[in-house]
């Protein structure tokens, strides 16, 4: 896929992938699994909690297996997503006895060490959030193992995905994404960052930040944190197709080469992120969009006030001004 934007001015604006010359139809590969990571991905033919790759547990808490759940996209009526069909897990609404305790199986690290807690960790999920309920907040997860105070991270009734008031991002209801949680809690310098379908969306933290020992997790035996957990009932159903549990925060670079939702799970890299717009003079083949005039005639049109083909060219005209690649 070619991205063309806007014209802006008399000047047409050209994708990074297009000025790059790379081709955005992959074939998509499942990334080898990472050191300290556990994924799961729910498949209802099978043991739909077990994990798929790592030793991390997850278990029902309380009477939570009657609010979940599982079937596959193709039967649930749900939005298609990039790769097909997939197992999916429905948690509906919880009180504040239920929940689903994850033990991450990792050992501590950071600066709470020393306490027996896991400082550093990434989570990453592809949820579907559905239309009815969108405006409802609902929890994501939650680091008191007694559910005795409030989730640590939300989605709130806007799609926006944060904690402490700070929120950020903007999810579409009845649409697949994927969401990354990268934390490093520290007193006084801990920091939090949220991603949507590999994209950095904002965060929180630095020096004085809130983002400290509430958000580091424990690392012992039996659970750890609760996932879509909360004390007073800020929950909604969520759609879950994969998720995962890494010991370290994840890069910005790691998390945007996974981009969106991907059927066969969250180490498969889904769809790129759109690329930024401000390029306006690139060189490079012809050959991976000589074919795409046809097929996006219209959008074309619209954006270019000629295109001209000779001797292997592909030369855009702006008005007076000449862009292209050079063979």
């Known amino acids: 896929m070619v991205f063309v934007s806007r014209v802006v001015g008399s000047c047409v604006m ?33 043991t739909p909690l077990s994990a798929s790759v790592g030793t991390g547990v997850l278990t029902y808490r309380g009477n939570t297996v009657s609010a979940v759940s599982f079937g ?25 006895a239920q929940g689903i305790n994850m033990d991450h199986a990792s050992p501590p690290n950071g600066v709470h060490t020393v306490n027996g807690w896991t400082s550093n960790y990434t989570i990453v999920m592809d949820v579907l959030i559905p239309a009815a ?59 939090a960052s949220t991603y949507i379908d590999g994209v950095f969306v904002g965060g929180q933290g630095g020096t004085g930040a809130s983002i400290g020992s509430r958000w580091a997790l424990y690392s012992q035996a039996g659970a750890d944190l609760i996932m879509f957990a909360d004390d007073n009932g800020e929950t909604a159903p969520i759609w879950v197709s ?7 925060r994840m890069t910005a670079a790691e998390i945007a080469a996974l981009g969106g939702a991907h059927a066969a799970g969250v180490r498969t890299p889904g769809a790129a992120a759109n690329p930024p717009r401000n390029y306006t003079r690139c060189a490079g083949p012809v050959a991976l969009v000589a ?19 000779g001797r292997g ?3 855009w005209m702006c008005g007076s001004r000449r862009m292209g690649w050079r063979s």
Do not use: K
């Open 313 to 315: 060219r592909l030369r």
């Open 242 to 248: 994969s998720m995962s549990f890494t010991d370290r």
């Open 72 to 96: 596959r996209i193709s039967t649930a009526g749900l939005a298609p997503m990039l790769g097909g069909d997939s197992g999916v897990m429905l948690v509906g609404a919880l009180s504040a």
């Open 133 to 191: 309920s969108f405006a409802s907040p609902r929890s994501l997860f939650q680091t008191n193992t007694s559910n005795a105070n409030d989730g640590d991270y939300f989605i709130d009734g806007q799609g926006r995905i944060g904690t402490s008031g700070v929120y950020n991002g903007q999810l579409q209801p009845g649409v697949w994404h994927r969401i990354a949680i990268v934390v490093g809690a520290a007193d006084n310098e801990g920091m």
């Open 14 to 46: 050209l994708s990074r992938a297009l000025c790059c010359g790379v081709a955005a139809a992959m074939t998509a590969s499942v990334s080898p699994a990472l050191a300290g990571q556990t994924v799961w991905d729910f498949d209802p033919d099978a």
């Open 291 to 309: 074919r795409l005039p046809r097929l996006q005639r219209t959008r074309w049109r619209r954006s270019m006030r000629r295109l001209r083909w």
